[in-house]
């Protein structure tokens, strides 16, 4: 089964709606002139929720060739729960993707793996493909735990989905010694972990799963370096935070396939 490669832009918590726009446009130019085919690689930008309506109005109004997604959801439905965002409003957004249990969120809001299980399924009941982040700290990855710890994440954010769930959904594999600081898993690294993710897939939710869902790399990719990582065989994509913001890098990722 052939997977299309899904370059994901997380802008996290960067550019307003103003500021969004521009960006979007400028990264529509930057792909017309780059000649995008849409066909090889999918595109996402997922951006901060003030921007998504802007967002979206841009990509449906001008037929852009990549769609757009949230940062996160609520584990709730609707109701009394200030400040959040519910998956029926970003569905109504049109948001293809939302990202869940980013380790941002694991560590500056203590999300647990049972709250990351709760997101993925809020966002799948309204239609939406998550994006499951895991991946381990520098501490786990020194003593040599990497491996069981992320597939241990992998197991409690998955847990109780069915296989065809599983099949449609994205799981990104995002050390956190190599987020946002310049230091990039070797294609080794990552293949081990997305290898070993996809066999734990397999083994909890069959072959098929296994052969059809995504699992992207996270963690320092820019335009210079996605090709050796898009060339291991588990690896499916790249979730990509700092060069999503520069549309020239960000098209190079998505344009991997020229490299
Ligand atoms: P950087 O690409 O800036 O390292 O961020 C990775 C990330 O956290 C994407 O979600």
New binding site residues.
């Given amino acids: 089964m052939s997977r299309k490669p899904l370059m994901a832009g997380?802008w996290k918590m960067n550019l307003n709606h103003v500021e969004a726009a521009g960006l979007v446009q400028n990264l529509a130019w930057t792909l017309k002139d780059r000649k995008f085919d849409p066909e090889r690689s999918e595109a996402t930008v997922l951006v901060p929720y003030t921007d998504i309506r802007t967002v979206q109005t841009l990509i449906e109004g001008d037929k852009l060739p990549f769609s757009h997604g949230a940062q996160d959801v609520s584990t709730h439905e609707s109701g009394a729960f200030t400040g959040e965002v519910s998956a029926d409003m970003l569905a109504k957004l049109n948001c293809a993707y939302v990202v869940v249990g980013?380790?941002e969120r694991r560590e500056y809001h203590g999300e647990t793996d049972e709250v990351v299980n709760a997101k993925a399924r809020a966002a799948l009941a309204h239609g939406m493909t998550p994006i499951v982040?895991v991946g381990e700290g520098l501490d786990i990855r020194k003593e040599g735990r990497h491996v069981p710890y992320t597939l241990d994440q992998v197991k409690g954010s998955l847990a109780g989905l069915s296989a065809e769930q599983v099949g449609g959904l994205v799981v990104?594999y995002?050390p956190v010694w190599?987020?946002?600081?310049g230091e990039v898993a070797t294609p080794d690294d990552a293949q081990e972990v997305c290898g070993a993710i996809r066999g734990f897939i397999s083994d909890e939710f069959g072959a098929e799963a296994a052969a059809a869902v995504r699992i992207q790399y996270?963690?320092?990719?820019k335009g210079s370096n996605v090709a050796e990582i898009m060339a291991r065989p588990d690896i499916d994509g790249a979730?990509?935070?700092?060069?999503s913001l520069k549309p020239e890098d960000f098209a190079s990722i998505v344009l991997f396939y020229e490299q």
């Fill in positions: 997380n980013h380790s982040c990104a995002e190599a987020i946002g600081t996270g963690g320092s990719v979730l990509v935070g700092g060069a």
